[in-house]
């Protein structure tokens, strides 16, 4: 396929596509832990139960209402979007929660497109790209240290994004399979630098039971533009975050609630008016 078929074929794709393999990654890479106890389970379950009865008699719900979130629930996993669902509205505070104690670089949620093992490369380095892939060109440096700000060796920074029409690779069709994912690894010093194109926002498929529900209540679809990472080095806790822009109208309605004042890139303009560079360095916490 020619670079410029393989941007003409690029689309959307499905809802039910998009939710599928987001469903089969899932399964695929989450390990689940050791079962929680049977106390455990019984407060969670019980307590998440309990706080939808409560909104029933609060609410007044009707059976009409009740028998759309059950065919609401159904399509949920029909089309394969408990991840999105979940990643989008609940994933924030787990984040929260479980990085609270964490003295370094401010995390946020890791969301439903993560593919480990992206093709690694040395710094200074470029992320697998089409030939002429649209967008912006933005080069992406930091610094990797520990909370001393020490350097740290053998740092890596896993990074994935969507391209210029708002597309990740292996979820939307028609864009080679690992287009604008990477595993960049640190100079002895933790710097990096990543060539890469400045990502486009993001809409939520919105054909799918997500987007129903996004629509029946009047909400929005969008995701201001952002760039994943993960940052790890040996000896640290590995850290998952994501960038954002300044001025997208997006960073103060983000759907997934996942922007942080921390997490706000500074991009500047390069001299030849073209592409675009910014810095931004990770502190890691130590492993406990
Ligand atoms: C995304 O790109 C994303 O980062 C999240 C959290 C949810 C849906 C799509
Ligand atoms: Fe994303």
Request: proline fraction near 7%; aromatic fraction near 8%.
């Amino acid at each position: 396929m020619s670079v410029e078929s393989s941007v003409a074929s690029e689309s959307a794709g499905t809802a039910a596509e998009a939710g599928a393999e987001a469903t089969a990654r899932f399964r695929a890479n989450k390990t689940i832990g050791a079962a929680s106890s049977q106390e455990r389970v019984a407060r969670l379950a019980g307590r998440v139960i309990k706080a939808i009865n409560d909104a029933v008699f609060e609410e007044q719900v009707t059976y009409d209402e009740y028998n759309a979130l059950k065919s609401w629930l159904i399509r949920v996993g029909e089309d394969g979007e408990w991840p999105l669902f979940l990643d989008v509205w609940v994933e924030h505070s787990v984040e929260e929660v479980a990085n609270s104690s964490r003295h370094g670089s401010k995390g946020t949620i890791e969301g439903p497109y993560y593919v480990p093992n992206s093709p690694a490369r040395n710094t200074p380095a470029s992320l697998p790209m089409r030939e002429s892939e649209p967008g912006t060109p933005l080069l992406f440096q930091g610094q990797i240290t520990g909370l001393s700000g020490a350097p740290i060796q053998d740092a890596k920074v896993e990074i994935w994004h969507a391209d210029d029409l708002g597309f990740y690779s292996q979820f939307a069709p028609g864009l080679p399979e690992w287009n604008l994912r990477g595993t960049v690894l640190a100079d002895a010093e933790g710097r990096f630098q990543i060539n890469t194109v400045q990502p486009a926002p993001y809409q939520i498929p919105t054909d799918g039971a997500c987007g129903q529900l996004i629509a029946a209540a009047g909400w929005h679809a969008w995701r201001p533009a952002h760039i994943h990472l993960k940052v790890s080095a040996p000896g640290y806790q590995m850290i998952t975050s994501q960038l954002y822009f300044p001025g997208d109208p997006h960073n103060t309605d983000d759907i997934a609630s996942a922007v942080k004042p921390e997490l706000m890139l500074d991009v500047r303009e390069q001299e030849d008016g073209q592409s675009r560079v910014t810095t931004y360095d990770f502190r890691l916490d130590p492993e406990d």
